[in-house]
Nanobody
Framework: QVQLAESGGGLVQPGGSLRLSCAAS????????MAWYRQAPGKERELVAV???????DYGDSVKGRFTVSRDNAKNTVYLQMNNLKPEDTAVYYC???????????????WGQGTQVTVSS
């Protein structure tokens, strides 16, 4: 079994910054893509950012130029640096990862429990 634990959420004023972390633990042999999604009240969950094991990244259009995703493969951890936050960034942020428990055992997709980010004055 694999667990993803997010941290770093909270309340911040518009224009402020937050850094989210997500650590994977459990039966881990390899992790390919790690990603951040978010879901605001009344809206569908949307992709915020994704990063491959090799470091290639992609971002949702609404966060490009403001958010940066990174990862530490040795720690099985992915980060999301969020700058110039806007009220419309308010949402629950979820970590997602494709994890293999062993050699030649395939990959399974996992979700974290989510962390609340609120941008308000």
């Amino acid at each position: 079994q694999v667990q993803l634990a997010e941290s770093g959420g909270g309340l911040v004023q518009p224009g402020g910054s937050l850094r989210l972390s997500c650590a994977a633990s459990g039966s881990i042999f390899s992790i390919t893509a790690m990603a951040w999604y978010r879901q605001a009240p009344g809206k569908e969950r949307e992709l915020v950012a994704v990063i491959t094991r090799g470091g290639s990244t992609d971002y949702g259009d609404s966060v490009k130029g403001r958010f940066t995703v990174s990862r530490d493969n040795a720690k099985n951890t992915v980060y999301l640096q969020m700058n110039n936050l806007k009220p419309e960034d308010t949402a629950v942020y979820y970590c997602n990862a494709d994890v293999s428990p062993g050699f030649d055992l395939g990959y399974r997709n996992y979700w974290g429990q989510g962390t609340q980010v609120t941008v308000s004055s």
